[in-house]
T-cell receptor, first 114, second 112 residues
């Protein structure tokens, strides 16, 4: 148990559906992240929030919409996804600070887009 | 050129041997270096971090950093079957930014 909880663990959705992924961290960290992990590819950073402010947005399609209502919660809203968006979506948190960006990952949401 | 490069493997070593995992990075301004272990179907977990040139040891794990060569490695001594996993190298500029770049990982098999 890393202190970062993601729900749901598995999600199957059609291309016209709207769904949301939820992440909650109990570590008192200041920063939260969304990553996409596809088979045999590096972890792709999608979004970073620091103290509820978005600080990184890595050219992610607009069909992915993040929301960070407070420093403990992070959402990823999904709509009109494509089959190539099927992947493992990982949430992470870190305490922030100079040169000490150690990240703690949640168990991930395995997303399948039909 | 990939920002963080790792040999995808698989790297296969016998139980009790030393496993050597290597990583190179392209950004000379990088300051923070991490090794994460990811078991199949699980999320990555940090096993080592290193910030200055040289070696850092923690139990059976030793991380080695050479900033001049832009090279970081992980040695696992007395490898166990439970060490079989994918090892991800990660690099951060460490200037207060939050962007950590991950390699694609090296898959390690430790044969009993």
């Amino acid at each position: 148990e890393t202190g970062v909880t993601q729900t749901p663990r598995h999600l199957v959705m059609g291309m016209t559906n709207k769904k949301s992924l939820k992440c909650e961290q109990h570590l008192g960290h200041n920063a939260m992240y969304w990553y996409k992990q596809s088979a045999k590819k590096p972890l792709e950073l999608m979004f970073v929030y620091s103290l509820e402010e978005r600080v990184e947005n890595n050219s992610v399609p607009s069909r992915f919409s993040p929301e960070c209502p407070n420093s403990s919660h992070l959402f990823l809203h999904l709509h009109t996804l494509q089959p190539e968006d099927s992947a493992l979506y990982l949430c992470a948190s870190s305490p922030g600070g100079l040169a000490k960006n150690i990240q703690y990952f949640g168990a991930g949401t395995r997303l399948s887009v039909l | 050129q990939k920002e963080v490069e790792q040999n995808s493997g698989p790297l296969s070593v016998p139980e009790g041997a030393i496993a050597s995992l290597n990583c190179t990075y392209s950004d000379r301004g990088s300051q923070s270096f991490f090794w994460y272990r990811q078991y199949s179907g699980k999320s990555p977990e940090l096993i080592m971090s290193i910030y200055s040139n040289g070696d850092k040891e923690d139990g059976r794990f030793t991380a080695q950093l050479n900033k001049a060569s832009q090279y970081v490695s992980l040695l696992i001594r007395d490898s166990q079957p439970s060490d079989s996993a994918t090892y991800l190298c990660a690099v951060n500029r460490g200037t207060g930014g939050f962007k950590t770049i991950f390699g694609a990982g090296t898959r390690l098999f430790v044969k009993a």
